[in-house]
């Protein structure tokens, strides 16, 4: 392998990639993707993450470790994030644990609410009951999104007008704003950078959308 081909890095940086086993391009993407360490890239690959998905893991404030937990309880990616973005943790159910019986009550609920069976029973296997559990169901937003959005103080008729999951929504808006102003610059039109944009030159959420509404 021609020396050429890892343009970029350092004699001992070559020698650590290469004896992890990455090939020039993966190391490159891996280090563009913020994992500097071929060890940690190892355990990010392990756990099911490429260079294009680590940062999702990585901004949903989830470690290697954790991220290898996730996927040894069979979790897919995108799940592990939001589910860790919610404030769980992977651990694993003893065998002899027996899951609680789901309440007929809420399933009733949404059923003559007319939400179809299978989303019904997704809403209360996670535990949602009432009129939140038919406001979410009833536009067919994914239980687990719905409990993210509700912490990031969505309500269920701004979430449907996103158009996204709740994840990639996280992820879209890292860095722009602290997490607890998403909703407030969602709600006033803004995409990220404009949010983080009229940010800087001191303007609020609340004032952003007062005049955007204005100008239109």
């Known amino acids: 392998m021609r020396e050429s081909e890892w343009e970029g890095f350092t004699q001992g940086e070559m020698r650590r990639w290469r004896h992890a086993g990455f090939e020039p391009a993966h190391a490159s993407a891996w280090r563009e993707a913020g994992v500097d360490d071929p060890g940690d890239a190892r355990l990010w690959r392990t756990a099911g993450a490429t260079p294009e998905t680590v940062i999702t893991w ?94 990031l103080g969505f309500t269920a008729a701004e979430a449907a007008r996103l158009g996204v999951d709740a994840v990639t929504l996280v992820t879209s808006w890292w860095g722009a704003v602290p997490v607890e102003e998403v909703a407030a610059w969602c709600a006033a039109g803004l995409d990220p950078g404009e949010a983080a944009a009229q940010r800087t030159r001191g303007v609020t ?8 509404a204005l100008g239109q």
Do not use: N
Request: a positive charge; charged letters at 25%; proline letters at 7%.
């Open 205 to 212: 959420a609340e004032q952003a959308a007062v005049l955007r």
């Open 58 to 151: 990585q901004r949903a404030g989830m470690t290697r470790a954790e991220a290898v937990r996730w996927h040894e309880l069979g979790v897919a990616p995108h799940d592990a994030a939001r589910r860790h973005l919610c404030g769980e943790r992977p651990r694993r159910v003893s065998w002899f644990s027996k899951a609680p019986a789901v309440p007929a009550g809420p399933i009733r609920h949404l059923l003559r609410a007319g939400i179809p069976a299978d989303v019904a029973r997704g809403y209360a296997d996670a535990g949602w009951e009432g009129q939140a559990a038919e406001e979410w169901a009833g536009r067919r937003i994914d239980p687990g999104d719905a409990r993210l959005f509700v912490a």
